[in-house]
C-alpha cells in the first residue's frame, strides 16, 4: 500500500463510498498478513535447510532463537505435527464478570495475569479510526461503517500471544481527547473517562466461540483449526451514553473462564 493508493482512497467523494472502499481494503490487508507469514515461514525453513541454526538465524534478525521458532512454526515438514491432546503453550484465567476491583486497575490483563504466576506483557499494536462492525457499532449505538476510534493491544503470557483487546470508542465523544492519541492511556483507562465527566452505569458482557479471523490466527499464532473466544463489553454511563467497547479476542485453548456468582440470589 502506497502513498499514492492512500490519496486516491481520501479523494473518493461519496463518504459511503470511502467507508466501504476502506473496510475492504482493511480486509484485504489482513488476509495479506497470512500471505506474508507464509512467504516468511517459508524463508526460515529454507535457511534452516541450507544449515543455518536458530541461534544464527536468530542474531542475523535480531530477535531470539525462541522468536524464530515461532515465525517458523509449521514451515518444516520434517518437524512433527504437535498430537491434538498437546498441553496449551500457556493457560490463563479470564473470569466473568469482571472483577470491579481489577478493571479499575492500571491493566486488567496485566493485573490479572500477575495473580496467577504468569510474566504479563502488552503491545500496542494500532491506535487510530476504523469503520465500525456490526456489533460494535451495536454497542456504541453508531451505523455499521461509521468511523470510531480503535485501541488495538495484543497481551502474552510468558511469551506466548494469548488475547487481541481492542477497545473502541464513539469518534463524536472522544475524536480531540486523550482517548485518541497514540499512547497508553496513563494513570488509567477509567480515570481518564471521569476526568472527561463520565461516570460508570452499567455494563454487559457477551461471550462467543468461532473461528478466528486470518488477522487473528497469524498474530494469536494459532494451530489449525483452533478457535477464539470472543468476549464483549459494552459500557455505559449513569446517562446511558455508549462510552466503552471492548472486544477480547482469546485464543480458546490458552484460556479459561472462570464465572461468578451473583450474590443474594444463587440456588440449589
Known amino acids: 500500500m502506497d502513498q499514492r493508493a492512500l490519496q486516491d482512497l481520501a479523494a473518493i467523494s461519496d463518504p459511503i463510498e ?9 480486509t484485504e490487508q489482513q488476509g495479506m498478513v497470512t500471505e506474508l507469514a507464509t512467504i516468511r515461514r517459508h524463508a526460515i525453513a529454507q535457511a534452516r535447510e541450507n ?30 505435527a504437535a498430537p491434538a491432546t498437546s498441553a496449551p503453550r500457556v493457560l490463563v484465567q479470564r473470569p466473568l464478570p469482571t472483577d470491579p476491583a481489577v478493571r479499575g486497575s492500571k491493566s486488567l490483563y496485566l493485573i490479572e495475569a500477575e ?19 456490526e456489533h460494535v457499532a451495536a454497542c456504541l ?5 461509521d468511523e470510531v476510534i480503535a485501541r488495538r493491544k495484543m497481551m502474552l503470557a510468558n511469551d506466548v500471544p494469548v488475547r487481541i483487546a481492542t477497545s473502541y470508542f ?6 480531540d481527547t486523550r482517548i485518541s492519541q497514540p499512547e497508553f492511556v496513563l494513570p488509567t483507562l477509567q480515570a481518564a473517562l471521569e476526568a472527561l465527566g463520565y461516570r460508570f452505569g452499567h455494563a454487559e458482557e457477551v461471550l462467543t466461540a468461532r473461528r478466528p479471523t486470518s488477522f487473528e490466527a497469524e498474530t494469536l499464532e494459532l494451530e489449525p483449526g483452533e478457535w477464539v473466544v470472543q468476549v464483549l463489553r459494552a459500557s ?33
Request: glycine content about 12%; hydrophobic content about 35%; some cysteine.
Open 51 to 80: 544449515g543455518m541454526t536458530l541461534d544464527e538465524i536468530g542474531k542475523k534478525l535480531g530477535v531470539t532463537p525462541g522468536r524464530v521458532s515461532q515465525l517458523g512454526k509449521g514451515s518444516s515438514a520434517k518437524a512433527p
Open 115 to 133: 495473580r496467577q504466576g504468569l510474566k504479563a506483557d502488552r503491545r500496542m499494536l494500532y491506535i487510530g479510526p476504523e469503520p465500525a462492525s
Open 236 to 268: 455505559y454511563s449513569t446517562e446511558d451514553t455508549p462510552i466503552h467497547t471492548l472486544e477480547t479476542i482469546c485464543a480458546a485453548t490458552r484460556h479459561t473462564f472462570p464465572i461468578g456468582q451473583v450474590a443474594g440470589t444463587d440456588e440449589f
Open 141 to 145: 449505538r453508531v451505523n455499521p461503517g
Open 170 to 175: 464513539r469518534a463524536d465523544l472522544f475524536q
Open 18 to 26: 470511502r467507508v466501504r472502499a476502506v473496510g475492504r481494503l482493511m
